[in-house]
């Protein structure tokens, strides 16, 4: 058998062909996937040495670069020293020195670190931190045990992270064993905040049932980079903690800079509003190893505190504060503090905003936004759905151009690794119009937009 490593661009093709089975993909009508062999910097290189620019950051988990050399030889070091032992009853040094530093860096009230494996896990830890909190203090069955959450949100595949995110309509199959869960409209603009809150307040009249409210600061990502104002998110935080409910920010994809600040509860915090439970995931290690966080107040980890052990969090994975992943989240966060990283942020977001006026009047478009390094629009089309025959002409006409993007339906963002060098951003946006243009000939009467 050929080592991997010498695999030609047919032969990988095959392999995958025979054997894989794919994420979120419909394996019978699934274009052939892009066999990519090496990445560097913003770039994926195929076995065939094309170059593509990963405009979505590897579904938003690179942030320093691909294959970034300090990351890598962090790992390969404690690769030497200790690859893995498992976390409890034991600890090692890169597990507790990076929980001291996300906690540092985390805002207020944020004091422990329950490590996992995805942001599905972060998630469903989180959750049953609030369920079994509130237990642990008292409550009857039936108090504290519901969940108010955003329509449109998504929180990962297990369980109860589908529970929380079913009306993003994602899990259809699965409603039958979906706990109840409350949903608000989310607040996407100024003009529905109000009635976002005015459902919170409906909701809290009758706090007794609810454990905690759920939700993405900022940028609620997969339902198409919605975005919410700071102000909006600390306004429901507020209102929730009067009524005694838990506050849990989703920050898988938030955290470590997409919106501007290394997670986006540091914007909340300025606007008075706080979360008792913070998941982080994706970046949390420059996007090298699987690894999640749930970060919590004191006042929460307190409350698991007993003679009990039945009062103790009993949740666990194998591979728990994985030293691999925290030695490269470790490094993650040292180019943070070396602030480079916020430079090229800054840098990108000011690439974003110079484009904003010529989207805005763009026909083809509708609602361009950004959100610190994000950016996004609607293409106008009646064919909105995940997957549907828009998203993936989109997807190819950008490959076509050296491009990987995944549009959600009809939603097209750019969420560009840090490193990103304003050439190659620019020209992603110059392709875009290219892109457009093409999008607009196959619009124009009697030219096959039926296809769409
Ligand atoms: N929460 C949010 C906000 C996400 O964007 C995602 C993944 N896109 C998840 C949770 C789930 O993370 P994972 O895919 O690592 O399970």
Redesign the pocket.
Known sequence: MKPTHALNHSDLLQLDQQYCWHPFTQMQTAQAPLPVVRGQGEFLYTANGDRYFDAVSS??VNLHGHSHPAIAQAIAKQAHALEHVMFAGVTHPPAAQLAQRLVRHAPAPMAKVFYSD??????EVALKMAFQFWQNKGATPGQRSKLIALQG??????FG?MAAGQSSGFYDPFKPWLFGVDFIATGTCACTEEQSLAELDQLLLHPQQYAAIIL?PLI???SGMRMMRPTHVAEMCKRAHAAGLLVIF?????AFGRTGTLYAAEQVTQQGGQADII?V??GLTGGFM?M?ATLTSQAVYDAFLSDQVGQALLHGHSYTANPLGCAAALANLDLFEQGEAFQNMARIADIHAQWMPALATHPLLENPRQCGTVMAFELKSSHTQYGSSVSQWLRQAFLDEGIVVRPLGNTLYWVPPYCTQTDTLQHAYQTLLKVLERWGHLQAPGAGSELF
Request: aromatic residues 14%; charged residues 15%.
């Open positions: 579904w938003w995805n942001g599905s896990t972060a998630i949100g998504y929180h990962g595949d297990t992270a993405e609620q990502g997969a989703d920050e898988v994809f938030t998941a995931s994706k699987p999640a």
